[in-house]
């Protein structure tokens, strides 16, 4: 079992930056893949950014060369680092990790507002 809680969201102005947070409850080491997936209503969960345990990371094209997904092992922390933020980045922002096993776990989701 996997708790994943999530922090950082809020309200920014477009073009402003914000960094999230997600502190797992063991070490993300032990943990395949994490990532930071987005969701508007009446939409599906998409595909932010990732990390595997290895450090690649994988970026939809929508926020390659604007967000970093990064990790600090000794904290059990994940981060996706938001810059040059757009009103189109507005969404719940959810904490995501595979484990060894192949499950998922989800945190609870962080909002995050762009405003223009």
């Known amino acids: 079992q996997v708790q994943l809680l999530e922090s950082g969201g809020g309200l920014v102005q477009a073009g402003g930056s914000l960094r999230l947070s997600c502190r797992a409850s063991t070490s993300i080491f032990s943990i395949n893949v994490l990532g930071w997936y987005r969701q508007v209503p009446g939409k599906p969960r998409d595909l932010v950014a990732r990390?595997?345990?290895?450090?690649?990371?994988n970026y939809t094209d929508s926020v390659k060369g604007r967000f970093t997904i990064s990790r600090d092992g000794a904290k059990n922390t994940v981060y996706l680092q938001m810059n040059s933020l757009k009103p189109e980045d507005t969404a719940v922002y959810y904490c995501?990790?595979?484990?060894?096993?192949?499950?998922?776990?989800w945190g609870r989701g962080t909002q995050l507002t762009v405003s223009s």
């Open positions: 995501n990790a595979v484990a060894g096993t192949g499950v998922n776990y």
């Open positions: 990390i595997t345990s290895g450090g690649n990371t």
